[in-house]
């Protein structure tokens, strides 16, 4: 099989990504004088931009590989219509996302002056899920994975509470029983939550922080050992470790892969993460062996650190890297 076969066999997989869910926002203009009321700039504002962001940027990257996405999160009730007319707008169900009236809706809005960014203001909730939340939500995952064939689950954690320790186990048990792979993008938090996932992809900072360790990214010898100590824990199938300059590893049954990063004009390295693990997942649902799926992911990652802001690439894009790129397997 090409790399050409594997991408195009991502058309019409089901995909479900559970996670924290986020909009990202974007107020554009020009700050051309100071306010009289404090030592600040005066914004005036151009443009207003809502996008989906976390777990939804991680279903659009899938949906523009041409795979079905199917999201499940808890947002709070203000500022759910933004969240779920956004939804709307690229084609997505609602039926996964579950509102509480004690919980925000995570909004991230970047104030931007002649397109730099002058600040962040962020609006959220960090708190976990109360054990009402999580039954609803769990309920809602269990409908859809018995009403549809679902070929991977993604577990998308940005430490904003819906992936609880009882979220994940119950996840990663449902998809053991449905014999479902299951990939996962973790934070912190509960770093160690993740036990007998098939696919777990830490960045070098998080194994790092996960196992209390301060191994390099140029060091490989390091990092198979800590890779060895991640799966004596979590007793995952795959560990799949981004090293941003020095490219990734991934490990399979003591198979060691490392692949070194592709030169690239780095632009913006918003997003690349969520495009990393969804290439990785939809390659683990057709059944793709670790080296074509730490080439493509680690390809698609490069490709969309050349772009502004949070874009996810298409299927056709990764095709024609790949073919310019990668050696024909």
């Known amino acids: 099989m090409d790399y050409k ?3 195009n066999s991502f058309q019409g997989a089901n995909v479900l990504i559970v996670g924290d869910v986020m909009i990202d926002a974007y107020l554009s203009g020009s700050a051309d004088r100071i306010s009289p009321e404090a030592p600040v700039p005066v ?3 151009d443009e207003e931009v809502y996008r989906l962001g976390g777990a939804a940027n991680v279903a659009l990257n899938v949906m523009t590989l041409a795979a079905n996405s199917i999201i499940c999160s808890v947002i709070g009730e203000v500022k759910s219509e933004r969240f779920l007319g956004l939804l709307r707008e690229r084609g997505f169900s609602e039926n996964g996302i579950i509102l509480s009236k004690d919980r925000k809706t995570t909004q991230k809005t970047r104030v931007l002056d002649k397109g730099k960014q002058l600040l962040r203001v962020d609006e959220e909730s960090t708190h976990d899920l109360t054990a009402d939340e999580e039954n609803k939500l769990l309920s809602r995952i269990e409908e859809i994975v018995n009403a549809n064939s679902i070929d991977v689950l993604i577990l998308q954690d940005y430490n904003k509470g819906v992936l609880t320790s009882n979220v994940i186990t119950k996840c990663i048990q449902l998809c053991k029983k449905g014999n479902i792979p299951t990939a996962v993008d973790p934070k912190l938090k509960h770093f160690l939550s993740y036990k007998g996932v098939t696919l777990f992809k830490p960045n070098l900072k998080e194994i790092n922080e996960g196992l209390n360790l301060e191994v390099s990214g140029d060091n490989l010898e390091s990092l198979k050992a800590a890779i060895e100590a991640l799966e004596g824990e979590l007793e995952n199938q795959i560990s799949f470790v981004t090293l941003s300059e020095n490219g990734v590893v991934i490990n399979e049954g003591g198979n060691f892969i490392h692949l070194p990063a592709h030169h690239r004009d780095i632009v913006d390295v918003s997003g690349a993460g969520d495009t990393v693990i969804s290439v990785a997942a939809l390659c683990l649902a057709r059944g793709a062996n670790i080296k ?11 490709l969309v650190c050349e772009k502004v802001g949070v874009v996810p690439i298409n299927k056709e ?4 890297a790949s073919e310019n790129q990668l050696d024909v397997l």
């Not at 074509?292 to 490069?302: K, T």
């Not at 894009?317 to 024609?320: A, K, R, T």
């Open 5 to 7: 076969s594997i991408v």
């Open 292 to 302: 074509e799926l730490a080439e493509l992911s680690n390809l698609a990652g490069g």
């Open 43 to 45: 914004l005036k504002i």
């Open 317 to 320: 894009e990764l095709i024609l």
